[in-house]
């Protein structure tokens, strides 16, 4: 479903119309009750009807400056707001619109569908119902909320590896973690986390960069899946945490890829389905 040329022309000719009028006022303040009612659904109409079609289509400067300015006509839309406010957000939507709108909605280019690189991508990720996480994580990615899809997608993975190594049983994954503790030479002989986890609760209080290197230990990961998952876990962080360091599209494709290839797909962390 799209947004057309007509239904963008309305919207305009809508605005250009209660900017007419409120230049016709002859007193500094707005308080007939059609004109607070227009602005009010003109800002209603906006964020229900437009802005969740036009998200991925305007970039999210132009998306942004739209949805303040709807914003602020429903704020102004109580009694007695300056005229000259009025008409400061209604020329801040209408000076774009043209160049930003209309004619991209003559060119056919506007809609509500995501980016087709993330339908695509996300049309084969092994598993895309497995657990709510992923389902979750996908759906932020397809949004444009790129940080809560790297924080959400770390979570199906590692929520992945948990079940797994609860399904397997707790005490290979402690056994192997004393063993690498009592290393004095090789990889492992730094690690000084061994474990005692009895559930699957304690195994998620574990530090997931800990599990990390015991999947490894367990030859369940190699060293090079480890740094890449490990770069995974990062990203996550990236995310989850004040930062100026981006998520981009680029980055979440690659992050989902890494996960797909050594988790999910990966029959070392399938769990058998039940029988019945």
């Known amino acids: 479903m799209s947004v057309d040329h007509d239904t963008l022309q309305a919207l305009l000719t ?18 007939k009750l059609t004109l607070r009612n227009e602005a009010n659904a003109l800002g209603r109409d906006w964020h229900k009807d437009f802005a969740p079609k036009l998200k991925h289509c305007l970039t999210p400067e132009a998306l942004k400056n739209y949805g303040d300015q709807f914003t602020w006509l429903l704020k ?14 209604i020329d801040l939507i209408i000076k774009p619109f043209n160049d930003e709108l209309l004619i991209p909605s003559q060119q056919g280019v506007l809609g509500d569908s995501a980016p087709s690189s ?42 992945r590896v948990h079940r797994v190594l609860d399904y397997n049983g707790l005490d290979k994954f402690n056994s192997m973690s004393r063993q690498m503790q009592a290393a004095t030479t090789g990889r492992y002989r730094k690690f000084n986390k061994g474990q005692n ?12 960069s800990t599990i990390l290197w ?8 190699d060293t090079n899946q480890h740094t890449r998952l490990g770069s995974c876990f990062d990203m996550r962080c990236h995310g989850a945490h004040p930062g100026d360091a981006p998520i981009t599209t680029y980055n979440l494709m690659s992050f989902f890829s890494d996960l797909d290839q050594i988790i999910f797909s990966n029959a070392k962390f399938k769990i058998p389905m039940p029988t019945n």
Not at 19 to 30: F, N
Not at 197 to 208: K, Y
Not at 214 to 221: D, N, R
Request: charged letters at 20%; proline letters at 2%; one cysteine or more.
């Open 14 to 31: 809508r605005l250009k119309a209660l900017r007419k009028s409120l230049k016709a006022e002859t007193v500094p303040t707005v308080g």
């Open 76 to 89: 102004l839309s109580t009694p007695n707001n300056k005229v000259a406010s009025y008409l400061s957000a």
């Open 118 to 159: 993330f339908d695509a991508f996300f049309a084969n990720l092994a598993n895309a119902e497995e657990s709510e996480y992923l389902s979750e994580a996908i759906a932020c990615a397809k949004a444009g909320h790129l940080r809560a899809a790297a924080v959400l997608g770390w979570s199906a993975a590692i929520d």
């Open 197 to 208: 986890v009895g559930s699957l609760a304690e195994l998620r209080e574990v530090f997931d």
């Open 214 to 221: 015991v999947i490894e230990a367990m030859g369940m990961i």
